[in-house]
């Protein structure tokens, strides 16, 4: 047997398995090519018309969506896309009806508006949609317990303007959990994380819904 220099024992070769070095490789040349891609978004479910969504702390049946005028102050007529809803409180106190949230701007404690995420296309208009609860012809924005009343969200458009043939909107759901740990208290809060635990809050998306936009007189 051959020695090395010193006395020393000469190191064994280490052998290294060709499943671990094809693994090396490939990872090397996935990172010269651009590194790994994240799998696609798996897509939310969606509904049709006039189902039933469980929202947690509401029960939402999204009837459909219209293109109508109405008569104006002074003679004047006003064109409005209106979506027309049926929602249930399921809770156990009164609900504010609210207003829909800006485009990537959501907070969990939400009313029932906050839970109407985005629409595609996106309704621009001047000073953002109207959210109402019309029960027995009169109009307010609290939703009662157990009652289940008409939900009108109303977008104004210029005279002029094309209505989209179908609009869709993303749809979030509730949870009844615990405000925080210096807070014991419950309370019905819109599903979704912080990004990175930090950054803004990022409400998690139920379900889709696609509506036919018709021509409908007021």
Known sequence: MTSSPNGARRRRPVLVPVASALAVVGIGVTAALGGFKEAPEKPPPTVSPGD??????????????????????????????????????????????????????????GSFAGSLLRTRPEIKTKYGPEVSVLSLGVESHQLQPGITTTVVVKYELEPTATAPPEISLDVGSFVYEQLGLMNQGYDWMLAGAYKDDKGPFEPEVATRITLPVRKESS
């Not at 979506?83 to 485009?103: I, R, W, Y």
């Open 52 to 109: 039933v969504i469980d929202q947690g702390k509401f029960h939402t049946q999204f009837i459909k969506a219209i293109d109508t005028t109405e008569k104006g102050d002074f003679g004047t007529d006003k064109r409005y896309l209106e979506l027309v809803l049926k929602v249930t409180n399921m809770g156990k106190e009164t609900a504010s009806v609210g207003v829909m949230p800006d485009p990537g701007k959501y907070s969990p404690f």
